[in-house]
């Protein structure tokens, strides 16, 4: 199986910026559709934002449009997710994962997943 990796999640301010990273150490997600996905404490895991593997294309959830960019590490062949200006709403443990990524993407088009990375949003 492909096992995903996702790094770069901590403590951040509101306001602040965090930058997340997922890999597949053994495989490259250069072939691979990928999507980010979120749980908030208390609530459902939710899409974020996916980047595809053959034309780039990348979707946004409306809750993240103009604050999070998606972008794929050619060399690395790796996935970022740059986050600007977080609020504390964005607090969760973030997720990345391999399946297909379009407009209305979801979960169950996904088949593997990271452990996910924690992301705090406070002052």
């Known amino acids: 199986q492909v096992k995903l990796v996702e790094s770069g999640g901590g403590l951040v301010q509101p306001g602040g910026s965090a930058r997340l990273s997922c890999a597949a150490p053994?495989?490259?997600?250069?072939?691979?559709?990928i999507g980010w996905f979120r749980r908030a404490p208390g609530k459902e895991r939710e899409g974020v934002s996916c980047?595809?593997?053959?034309?780039?294309?990348?979707y946004y959830a409306d809750s993240v449009k103009g604050r999070f960019t998606i972008s794929r590490d050619n060399a690395e062949k790796t996935v970022h997710l740059q986050m600007n200006n977080l609020k504390p709403e964005d607090t969760a443990v973030y997720y990345c994962?391999?399946?297909?990524?379009?407009?209305?993407?979801?979960?169950?088009?996904?088949?593997?997943w990271g452990q996910g990375t924690q992301v705090t949003v406070s002052s």
């Open positions: 994962a391999t399946g297909f990524c379009h407009r209305d993407y979801k979960e169950d088009e996904y088949d593997f």
């Open positions: 053994g495989f490259g997600l250069d072939y691979y559709d």
């Open positions: 980047i595809s593997g053959s034309t780039d294309s990348t």
